[in-house]
């Protein structure tokens, strides 16, 4: 059994608010791992959760909304098992005290293939995210709602104290602005003049959807590539984000 919160977090974790639809769901020894890539290639990412009570397989998930539909109208409790046919595994059956669904899942080979990062895990700037800070940057970001873009630099502060700038609608010269700094990073061999552009859509969505997550890292490296980790316990998400070409 699975509480229906924490089946609606993760697959938001993945969904990032309608940015991927169709994944497959991988169970093994009670671990569900789900991998996937945005359509732009932008991004790519994995969810897992421990202790999700399905027997091993990998299912087609072709219709995250339509999911997120049935799921709304649940509460409490979940029981989920399948249904076969011929030995086939052609429906998820979600069921509380209540309701029962059936939700079709898709053939597997119809499923566009993840894709997955290659590098060294080393980065030039790194720093921690708590939940006050990611809750921070989705407020940041939705103050200017009309721009796509936000600026990663380093930043000395009053005191002295290096910090993590990011500028929201920082590549247009005259508009409107917001920037966040994040405190207590590190760097390695960072340039004094490096900046870095990413979709600040993206970057809100994904911390939007982790906002439950109270332990967070961000690592950025000088070839643009950040990685987004979040650690909330049973559930682990990860993100690969390439930078933006101006």
């Not at 991988?26 to 421990?50: C, W, Y």
């Not at 409790?77 to 399948?82: A, G």
């Amino acid at each position: 059994m699975l509480f229906r919160s924490d089946l609606v977090s993760i697959i938001s974790k993945y969904y990032l608010n309608g940015m991927n639809e169709a994944v497959k769901w991988e169970i093994q020894d009670n671990k569900l791992t789900v991998k996937f890539t945005a359509p732009d290639r932008s991004m790519i990412g994995v969810v897992t959760h421990e202790g999700f009570e399905l027997e091993d397989s990998v299912i087609g998930i072709s219709n995250t909304t339509q999911l997120n539909k049935l799921l709304a109208i649940t509460n409490g409790y979940l029981n989920l098992e399948y249904f076969k046919q011929h030995k086939l595994i052609t429906k998820l059956i979600i069921a509380d005290n209540q309701f029962t669904l059936n939700y079709a899942l898709a053939d597997t080979m119809i499923i566009p293939k993840a894709g997955e990062y290659v590098g060294d895990g080393q980065y030039n700037i790194e720093a921690t995210l708590d939940n006050e800070s990611i809750n921070a940057i989705v407020r940041a970001k939705s103050a200017l709602a009309d721009t796509d873009t936000v600026v990663f630099k380093p930043f000395i502060n009053a005191d002295s104290e290096l910090q993590l700038e990011m500028l929201f609608g920082g590549n247009i010269e005259h508009s409107n602005k917001v920037s966040f700094y994040l405190p207590d990073i590190t760097t390695n061999n960072l340039p004094n003049e490096f900046k870095v552009h990413y979709n600040s859509n993206l970057i809100k969505e994904i911390m939007y959807c982790n906002k439950d997550v109270s332990n967070g890292t961000m690592g950025i490296n000088l070839d643009g590539v950040m990685r987004l980790y979040f650690d909330n316990g049973s559930t682990k998400s990860e993100y690969y984000l390439v930078a933006k070409e101006l």
